[in-house]
């Protein structure tokens, strides 16, 4: 008898995983512009992976013909990205999730002259690459163009924040370069 009572969990388990939601496919400008209505679902996008972290092998900046950006980060089903993905235009299937970037943290940012990270806005963790451009003398200059960017994209908004869209990706595919 005990070990029909294992088996039902087990079971139970197995036909959870099996039945996976199915992506909704859409561009990356339609998922910007309507983030909050595709948080938590799973979709399919195209786009130009524009940039690729090479601190953490876990963040990758993907742009829409349009010039619209998504972050993508890996599932755990990928666990980490490769540079080759770099410049390459790729599908990518994922969990919607958004974040917003107050005012308050670019104020912030602004008065301590971080340097923030090109994909989601966050202190860089590039630690080397931070201290080259302290050592070098750019780093005020650089933190002040992306907080001035956050700005202007707040002010275009009307809003005191921006989103951050990302897709936690459990697919990927390169479909071009």
């Known amino acids: 008898m005990k070990k029909c009572i294992l088996l039902v969990p087990v079971l139970f388990i197995a036909m959870f995983a099996?039945?996976?939601e199915k992506a909704k496919k859409l561009s990356i400008d339609k998922l910007v512009n309507g983030a909050e209505q595709f948080e938590g679902k799973r979709i399919e996008t195209e786009g130009m992976a524009v940039h690729f972290c090479g601190a953490g092998k876990k963040k990758l900046k993907l742009k829409s013909e349009d010039g619209s950006v998504v972050k993508v980060i890996p599932s755990s089903l990928l666990l980490h990205f490769s540079a080759k993905l770099n410049h390459k235009k790729l599908k990518i299937v994922g969990r919607v999730e958004?974040?917003?970037?107050?005012?308050s943290f670019v104020d912030k940012a602004d008065r301590e002259k971080t340097l923030l990270c090109h994909i989601d806005h966050t202190p860089c963790i590039d630690k080397e690459w931070v201290k080259?451009?302290?050592e070098?003398?750019?780093s005020d200059s650089l933190s002040a163009v992306d907080v001035k960017k956050l700005r202007d994209k707040m002010q275009k908004s009307g809003n005191d924040y921006i989103t951050v869209v990302t897709i936690i990706a459990d697919e990927i595919e390169v479909i071009e370069g």
């Open 98 to 103: 958004t974040r917003r970037v107050e005012r």
């Open 18 to 20: 099996c039945k996976q």
């Open 132 to 134: 080259r451009k302290q």
């Open 136 to 138: 070098t003398g750019v």
